[in-house]
T-cell receptor
């Protein structure tokens, strides 16, 4: 079975540009999480969805960040406009239920110059 | 709120040494506890978990025991290998479950030298 699939794996962009990160959940999973990983702050939960509905977005750093889940198997995380401090590895993860194991994608490494 | 504290890294050991990575947590009630491992260039993978006090999670020679009295979930392995070199994350989920994310520690980078 395919795992969680993220794209792009690497993105280099200039400050002010729009960035869109994509995530495909494992088939049958109904919860989706976006995390950001940096050396300074470790892993931070940005937002999570349950059955396509955003449940908690309190981790989203500011209005420049937005996330959507247009269907049960796909999600996007958008940063507009991007800033150098957004440089990080962004992970999405999915699971089947409230106590199921979290399965992580391989991450999208974002560098904003 | 919930929080997880791990020992600072990097931790450098020789092959076949005994490993302990400390993890303590702050949470209300009885959360579930996890250890995840991240190999270079990859996402996190579940290593082991424990869902109630005194439970012991184990996998691939690693063990951790849920200690409610000390709010700890220390990771141990009797004889480490070079292939165990990775970053290890301790995490907890909210007591009673629920569709929430995990709270992670900052990670401990483990380096095993031949």
């Amino acid at each position: 079975d395919a795992g969680v699939i993220q794209s792009p794996r690497h993105e280099v962009t200039e400050m002010g540009q729009e960035v869109t990160l994509r995530c495909k959940l494992i088939s049958g999973h109904n919860s989706l999480f976006w995390y950001r990983q940096t050396m300074m702050r470790g892993l931070e939960l940005l937002i999570y969805f349950n059955n396509n509905v955003p449940i908690d977005d309190s981790g989203m750093p500011e209005d420049r960040f937005s996330a959507k889940m247009p269907n049960a198997s796909f999600s996007t995380l958008k940063i507009q406009p991007s800033e150098p401090r957004d440089s990080a590895v962004y992970f999405c993860a999915s699971r089947t239920g409230p106590s199921g194991e979290l399965f992580f994608g391989e991450g999208s490494r974002l560098t904003v110059l | 709120g919930n929080s997880v504290t791990q020992m600072e890294g990097p931790v450098t050991l020789s092959e076949e040494a005994f490993l302990t990575i400390n993890c303590t947590y702050t949470a209300t009630g009885y959360p579930s506890l996890f250890w995840y491992v991240q190999y270079p260039g990859e996402g996190l993978q579940l290593l082991l978990k424990a869902t109630k006090a005194d439970d012991k999670g184990s996998n691939k020679g690693f063990e951790a025991t849920y200690r409610k009295e000390t709010t700890s979930f220390h990771l141990e392995k009797g004889s480490v290998q070079v292939s165990d070199s990775a970053v290890y994350f301790c995490a907890l989920s909210k007591a009673g479950g629920g569709a929430d994310g995990l709270t992670f520690g900052k990670g401990t980078h483990l380096i095993i030298q031949p």
